[in-house]
């Protein structure tokens, strides 16, 4: 059974989009399937921690609002402010992180990738530090536990991502000095 032609000239046109496209893969000259200029840079140790930070994030969040929910009357107002804000702006910016972080490595983007690497380095790892080691916010068992995972996953996204982009920066400005002599 054949889908109907306007479904797959939509499927054809978004794994163009996503993957990369097909019909450049062979050419006359080079009859294997990837050519030196497709080679893939994709980072698997990378794609690997933002796949498992996709899944755990959920669950940092979930237990991140129960512990603020329970200690939130012995907190002074000026912590209880600060948390808030802390929650709000690590959720926001965890989304876009990830977001990202899966466009810019699969896709291999390096302005996505560069984005990622800041958001993370800039302003994930110093809020997950400063809600880790931050005694005065009275932090719970359950608490420490979930922020040392982030805090790993945050550090491992981190230098994984700064390796990724290094070799998409070199592959890229190797790429635009061979085209200087075509």
């Known amino acids: 059974m054949d ?11 978004f794994s163009r989009n996503v993957l990369f496209d097909q019909t450049q893969l062979f050419t006359k000259e080079n009859d ?8 893939v840079l994709s980072s698997l140790h990378l794609q ?20 603020l929910h329970l200690k939130y009357p012995a907190l002074p107002d000026y912590y209880k402010f600060i948390l808030v ?9 965890e989304a876009i992180r990830l977001f990202l972080g899966y466009t810019g490595n699969l896709q291999e983007k390096v302005p996505e990738l560069a984005g990622f690497w800041l958001l993370s380095t800039l302003l994930q790892f110093p809020l997950i530090l400063f809600q880790l080691f ?11 536990g ?4 982030l805090a790993i996953f945050i550090l491992t996204q981190s230098l994984s991502g700064f390796v ?7 592959h ?8 200087q002599f075509d």
């Open 3 to 13: 889908l109907p032609e306007a479904i797959r000239r939509r499927l054809d046109d």
């Open 164 to 170: 990724a982009l290094r070799d998409m920066v070199r």
């Open 85 to 93: 804000t802390v929650l709000l702006l690590m959720t926001v910016i």
């Open 134 to 144: 931050n005694e005065a916010i009275l932090i719970q068992p359950l608490e420490r």
């Open 48 to 67: 690997m921690s933002l796949y498992f930070n996709t899944w755990f994030f959920p669950l940092w969040w979930i237990s991140e609002t129960v512990m």
């Open 172 to 179: 890229t400005e190797r790429q635009f000095h061979l085209r």
């Open 32 to 39: 294997t399937f990837l050519t030196h200029d497709k080679r």
């Open 146 to 149: 979930v922020h040392i995972i």
